[in-house]
């Protein structure tokens, strides 16, 4: 093996910690109010959580055919460039490198700034002051390894879902007054607009974001190519149960009416069975779930910096892996350099920090889209390569991601329309195309020096 390739140190559990940590973050604790108000029926509410992991799921088994026949720590990208071209994929991880992963870093760094700053206030910037140590002190720890990393990321998920898991004993403990005082639950009593059940698979998708990550880990798990499908598969059915039993939880002691109008449902919920401090206890859930995502991130972020590494002559540097080491050192280095200068950013520029990294959304669906089309390409191109997984129900699985990612780049485009931040996404990707531009010259110089 190359000294700058990775080695497979990361077993079953830790991919799967690593996973659920990416998934299951802060969103889980708001957007089950908001998928309330705009079903306004129990039965349309967990019907839409339950349409969300299934779509997850079509998706996973995609990602697990190609993991399965191309690891490698590229991911995505490897697997774009392997069907489009690394010009394309180039464009990818420009988006991700400079806006998508390090942006999502940013600004869950703010929001464990935030709930530290309750704790320990730094003074005018505390938030900031917070971010920048988070992201400093859990690249140091990912820069130790992967197995490192992965012991520390499985016990920071395990303290999640204990949280995850007050909020449902107490929603399914709620006092008897509680269960009296409301209206009986709705089932399907009523169907909500199509487009509105189309905006309530927006933010319940949103909050399954992330499973596709794994993809950058396909070259470090243990067991081989179809050790990637069982990492997909039993991390997602952990997390559609922890959402499910969540969701019926906190209907079951708020009722729908109550839980629609809620901002914070499940320090509601926790208040209810365990009192004030029960309430407090929600913003540690809140600031641990956004440290597991942080960790998350920065795990498969820099793997795929370090792709971009080895594919491209002046960006080399990225793509060393030093031996003896369990992750890419420059990749994770760069990778903090410019989440620490979002951070930075959006210190004093909040609103167009928010902005930058919210609006790049219709550039992520539209790249999951073309990850979606390369199971079609290459398995037209290469009919013959090895393939220790293949989607089941091929073509209709792919078919289904694939709508599914138009659909959410479509709605994330008008949606950014609505919003007059359109060009986040456009200027993102022309400074992209910039960087490729220089990057092409200077191979075309390097070919005849």
């Known amino acids: 093996m190359h000294a700058d390739d990775p080695r497979r140190p990361l077993h079953t559990t830790g991919a799967v910690a690593i996973v659920v940590g990416i998934v299951v973050g802060a969103g889980i604790f708001k957007t089950p109010a908001m998928v309330a108000g705009i079903t306004q029926d129990d039965g349309w509410l967990i019907a839409a959580w339950l ?8 998706g996973a088994l995609c990602y697990a055919e190609l993991c399965a026949a191309h690891p490698h720590a590229g991911g995505d990208y490897h697997f774009l460039s392997r069907a489009w071209g690394k010009r394309f994929a180039f464009l990818y991880a ?4 400079m806006v998508i992963n390090t942006g999502s870093i940013a600004l869950l760094a703010y929001v464990f700034g935030d709930y530290m700053t309750r704790v320990v206030d730094l003074g005018a910037h505390s938030s900031a002051l917070w971010a920048v140590g988070i992201i400093i002190a859990l690249t140091v720890a990912n820069i130790l390894g992967l197995s490192f990393a992965a012991r520390l990321q499985t016990a920071m998920v395990l303290l999640l879902v204990g949280g995850l898991a007050a909020v449902v004993v107490a929603g399914f403990a709620a006092p008897a007054a ?4 409301r209206p009986a639950p709705t089932w399907f009593a009523s ?10 698979m927006v933010f319940v998708l949103l909050t399954f ?3 596709n990550e794994v993809a950058y880990l396909s070259a470090e798990v243990h067991g081989g190519a179809r050790a990637v499908a069982r990492v997909l598969i039993i991390s997602l059915s952990l997390i559609t149960a922890l959402y499910l039993l969540a969701n019926l939880a906190l209907l079951h002691g708020l009722g729908l009416s109550r839980l629609a109008a809620s901002r914070a449902a499940g320090a509601e919920v926790l208040g209810l069975h365990f009192g004030a401090w029960g309430e407090r206890l929600l913003g540690v859930l809140v600031g641990l ?5 942080i960790h998350s991130t920065m795990i498969v972020g820099a793997r795929g910096n370090y792709a971009l590494g080895r594919d491209w002559a002046p960006l080399r540097r990225l793509g060393r892996w030093p031996a003896g080491r369990g992750a890419p050192v420059n990749a994770h280095v760069v990778q903090a350099a410019i989440s620490l200068a979002l951070v930075v950013f959006g210190t004093f520029q909040a609103d167009g920090f928010a902005a930058m990294v919210e609006f790049t959304a219709p550039v992520f669906w539209a790249f999951l889209f073309m990850v979606g089309l390369a199971v079609f390409r290459l398995r037209r191109r290469q009919p013959g390569i090895e393939r220790p997984f293949r989607v089941p129900l091929y073509p209709l699985t792919p078919i289904v991601f694939c709508a599914a990612c138009a659909w959410l780049a479509w709605s994330s485009v008008a ?17 992209g195309l910039v960087v490729l531009g220089g990057l092409l010259l200077h191979e075309r110089f390097a070919r005849h020096a």
């Open 415 to 431: 949606y950014a329309a609505s919003q007059a931040a359109v060009h986040v996404s456009l200027l993102v990707m022309l400074a």
């Open 289 to 293: 779930g956004a440290l597991t995502s």
């Open 191 to 200: 169907t909500p607009p199509a487009g509105m059940l189309g905006l309530a």
């Open 178 to 181: 509680e269960l009296t005082s």
């Open 94 to 97: 420009w988006s991700k490198a």
């Open 209 to 211: 974001g992330g499973w």
């Open 51 to 58: 349409a969300g992991a299934l779509v997850s799921l079509a």
